[in-house]
DNA sequence: TGACATATGCCGTTGGACGACTTATGGTGC
DNA sequence: GCACCATAAGTCGTCCAACGGCATATGTCA
């Protein structure tokens, strides 16, 4: 699971929202770094709903317009759980190796003037 | 930055090892759930040399075969300690959020018997 | 009136990952 | 002696998630 998809699921974790919403979200959730496009968003949703990992939670028109909101089912819970622990533990062992780089001696191939 | 990626350079991280060898360390550092496919392996490489976040460290003749290892770049550590804080927070965020969910009315859009 | 936020959605492109394949050596077991 | 697996490096075509761009519509504020 890719990372956008990874924050998709993290802003449903709470509560349920709809579509622009989860874009505002994830914003926050990434401190501003990923802005989700609308592109992006709708497949995504498409594909998570077809996977039974989110479903829709109301419908509601608003001004004639459909209004959907998504929520996590417990299947989507479960693997965001197991997603978030996977990337934890990843996460720690890269910080982990890069904390017991040995200071080797560094090759210079080309001859390159240290 | 995706997780084969990530993991390769976490593979790095410690010291320089050759394709195989990486391939190895991958498989050990997710736990057996990653093996790199070499179609993978070679195309990041390629990338992530092009990028400059690796650089070739030595390159051996074994058996008149050339062998190549391959070390993190400066520029490389700076990017993978990135990588992994980020990681880290995202997974910590989508922790902190499945912990707070709100235990919400659930709705049956589709007037499933419940 | 024009710009911007809210809000939903489609479509074509791109790029990283993948699966399958090739080549080569050395060791182990039958 | 031969088959099979581990080690080792690499290519190529495919696939799909993500992306950028676009269309559409309403409400609000200057």
Known sequence: MQEPTLLLLTA?????RHGYAIVQEVLAISGG???????TLYGALDR?????????YSEEAVDGR???SYAL????????????ERLRA???EAQRRLGLALRLPRITPKGATT
């Open 90 to 92: 990843t996460a720690a």
């Open 73 to 84: 089912t417990a299947c989507g819970r479960t693997t965001l759980t197991a997603e978030a």
């Open 33 to 39: 770094r990923v802005r989700l496009r609308t592109g």
């Open 12 to 16: 449903l974790a709470d509560r349920p």
């Open 66 to 68: 459909l209004r959907r």
């Open 48 to 56: 998570l709903l077809k996977e039974e990992l989110i479903e829709i």
